[in-house]
């Protein structure tokens, strides 16, 4: 437990230190949002039509940009050697990596989409369910796309790849996360899909560090 | 603590790379006190064995154990007693020299003070400095201080003088002879044999 | 007494000795020229039974088949359709378990049979695309409906087939390729259900008016014998494209040892 608060605690710092990396999938988040009235209208009842959508698949877009670097940096200054050999399990030290990122990239993501969600015109009082619906996702796709990250530590151009590795795996999250939202925008009961988020977190956060793991040893080798 | 005597075994290792055998049927023991000068040209699979020996890789044939325990299989606490340090210096550049140190001495589980060890580095004044500030040499014997932090019984160190000056070189080479004195294990590969060779219990050459 | 202990005796020897024949079976699957003998002795009977099956399920179900009531002659593309959807299933379940074989026994062999077994698998799941596509054009006026589950599934399991293969190619070491693409596969494995009924979820919420789901008719007895039919004959040619390819990826692995050098001197001597 020791070992997991520290390597949590390194990363954090790694992250603040490197404030250029902090603020990247934030504004990458906006400027992908942003996007979408440019390319289509803004008028306020497309705007909420679409809105949804345009915030989800923004979300899911910056997370692959945040934790690319996930291993990289660490693998390339032999960190990661020094990780693999010691006696905590990986994949230990990597949850406690993701979680270190997650902090660090999607917390602000959550802050920020009511924001956004507003500026697309969503109501009110769906703005609860929204936000607990990003709440529940940002990790999910915090813990895919490190596996991304794990499967690509070595490749050269790895950023593009994750996106076509992990991208269909992010698709649950996509639908039920857009369909708490609409359930909540139009007064429905949106508690199934919370639900569903819910557990697709549970079964990513108890597994995905395992693969990512595995794949970092691999990929070390 | 452990069931047996601190013991690093290789049988019949063999080594491939790039569809090619580099080495094959590698014996060796080295038991506490004694260590091992691996030599040999550029890629004759120097840094390979090292990583095999600390099980980072695997070999194509043969086995490595410590303490009788194969090197894959270890528990938490042989596994800690296993210190390696390769090419790639292992610090964090946005990190000062002394939270580098202290990094590792948290992940090892100690709590020595480092003025004495940043006083033999050599880095005491540079201590507060980040790591991406310093020279090659000094971030190699940062590195190594590291290593040297996790009091750990069996030394892997891959060319372990490389972009050290004289001072630095003499410095590693007391630092071995004192680990096998207190009952350590060392296996050091390298170019500069003459510089360690006085330390060596026995040679591979590759 | 002493006959329940003789006979209980017998049993457990006989388990110990079945065992011992699976390990050493199992084994012996780890041998590049065994396993390449294996694959051209049962590769014929693969291509029998493909043959037999295929043209039975296609007279079938073009000639014996009655027409459907609603759709008409239409629905026979169902007889291509459906097997080539099951065989995309089928192959990414062969392939992401023998990657993972591969990755906890380290046996190279199975990653040669995740290997073949990928492309297959994505062309199967192109057919079933474009049969699915032809299937609905009479439907929906267009080859491509975003609303259809089955279709939207299809294409999730075509962009895990493209990743693997993209994942294995983007590395030198083929070994690193090996277990690292297996890790993909296993958990894109685990998330296929998820995918597939998070998507027929999300299209039964947005069903517009028209009838946007392909539907299989009502299946009557004679419908849906040549429809097995057709299932078995497609499975067993993917037997026979498996072993084909089989063969040829261990001819490129083993490439540079004396047993293929014996192979190629023995087919030209």
Redesign the interface.
């Known amino acids: 437990m ?2 997991f608060i ?1 390597i949590l605690l ?1 990363d954090l ?2 992250s603040f ?2 404030w250029n990396e902090l603020a990247m999938p934030l504004l990458f988040f906006i400027i992908i949002a942003s996007l979408f009235p440019l390319a289509s209208s803004p008028e306020i009842s497309q705007l909420r039509d679409y809105g949804g959508a345009v915030i989800w698949i923004s979300a899911l877009l910056s997370s692959l940009l945040a934790l690319d670097g996930l291993f990289r940096v660490d693998a ?4 990661m ?2 990780l ?5 399990p990986l994949g230990v030290i990597v949850l406690a990596k993701i979680i270190a990122h997650w902090i660090v990239s999607g917390v602000p993501l959550v802050i920020a989409s009511p924001l956004l969600a507003l500026s697309f015109y969503l109501p009110l009082e769906a703005l609860p369910v929204f936000i607990l619906a990003i709440a529940l996702a940002t990790p999910i796709l915090s813990v895919l796309a490190a ?1 991304g990250a794990a ?2 530590v ?2 050269r ?1 790895g950023g593009a ?1 994750i996106g ?2 992990m ?3 992010m ?2 999250v996509l ?2 996360g857009t ?1 708490a939202t609409d359930a909540a925008v139009q007064g429905e009961n949106p508690i199934g899909a919370l639900l ?1 988020l819910a557990s ?1 977190a549970i079964l990513s956060i108890s ?1 995905g560090p395992l ?1 990512a793991a ?2 970092v ?5 | 603590m452990f069931n047996e005597a601190a013991s690093l075994k290789t049988k019949s290792l063999e080594v491939w790379r790039g569809g090619l055998c580099l080495f094959e049927g590698l014996d060796f023991t080295l038991e506490s006190g004694q260590v091992a000068i691996v030599s040999g040209a550029n890629g004759c699979g120097k840094t390979t064995l090292l990583r095999i020996l600390s099980g980072m890789n695997q070999a194509a044939g043969g086995y490595v154990t410590w303490r009788g325990e194969k090197i894959h299989r270890l528990n938490a606490d042989s596994q800690a007693e296993i210190a390696y340090q390769g090419h790639l210096d292992g610090l964090k550049k946005e990190f000062t020299v002394l939270e580098n140190l202290l990094f590792y001495q948290a992940m090892s589980n100690q709590k020595k003070p480092l003025e004495s060890l940043l006083e033999e580095l050599r880095l005491g004044p540079y201590q507060n400095r980040q790591v991406r500030y310093l020279s090659a040499g000094q971030r190699r014997r940062a590195a190594l201080g590291c290593m040297r932090v996790k009091t750990a019984k069996l030394w892997l160190l891959d060319e372990p003088l490389t972009n050290l000056d004289t001072k630095g070189a003499s410095l590693i080479s007391s630092w071995i002879s004192e680990h096998a004195k207190s009952g350590g294990i060392a296996v050091v590969a390298t170019h500069q044999r003459e510089s360690l060779i006085q330390t060596a219990t026995i040679e591979i050459e590759l | 007494m002493a006959f329940i202990r003789h006979n209980l005796v017998r049993i457990v020897n006989t388990i110990s000795v079945l065992n011992t024949n699976f390990w050493r079976w199992f084994h012996q699957l780890a041998s590049p020229p065994h396993v390449f003998a294996l694959a051209g002795r049962v590769c014929p009977w693969f291509a029998g039974l493909a043959i037999i099956f295929l043209v039975a399920g296609t007279y079938g179900g073009l000639v014996l088949a009655p027409a459907d009531y609603l759709q008409g002659d239409g629905f026979r593309i169902i007889y291509v359709h459906v097997p080539s959807a099951y065989l995309g299933m089928l192959a990414y379940m062969v392939m992401a378990s023998s990657a993972a074989i591969g990755f906890i026994w380290r046996m190279k062999m199975a990653h040669g049979l995740a290997v073949s077994a990928a492309p297959l698998g994505a062309w199967f799941t192109v057919l079933a695309l474009v049969t699915g596509g032809i299937w609905g054009k009479p439907m929906w006026g267009t080859y491509w409906q975003w609303a259809d589950a089955r279709l939207m599934s299809e294409l999730m399991l075509l962009f895990l087939f493209l990743g693997y293969m993209v994942l294995r190619a983007s590395f030198d070491d083929r070994d690193k390729a090996d277990r690292i693409s297996a890790i993909l596969a296993v958990v894109g494995v685990i998330n296929i259900p998820i995918i597939h009924y998070s998507v027929e979820w999300w299209s039964t919420l947005h069903q517009g008016p028209t009838i946007a789901k392909l539907d299989e008719p009502s299946i009557t007895m004679d419908m849906l014998i040549p429809l097995l039919i057709m299932i078995i004959g497609f499975t067993a040619f993917f037997g026979w494209l498996l072993c084909k390819r089989l063969q040829g990826e261990i001819l490129k692995r083993e490439r540079q040892t004396r047993w293929v050098d014996g192979l190629i001197k023995g087919r030209t001597a």
């Open positions: 020791d070992i520290l390194r710092r790694l230190r490197r390339e200054d032999g960190s050697e020094q693999i050999l010691s006696p905590t596996i499967l690509t070595s490749l151009g790849l076509l590795l991208l269909p795996m698709v649950p639908i039920f369909w569903l697709l597994l693969a595995g794949a040893k691999v990929a070390m080798e």
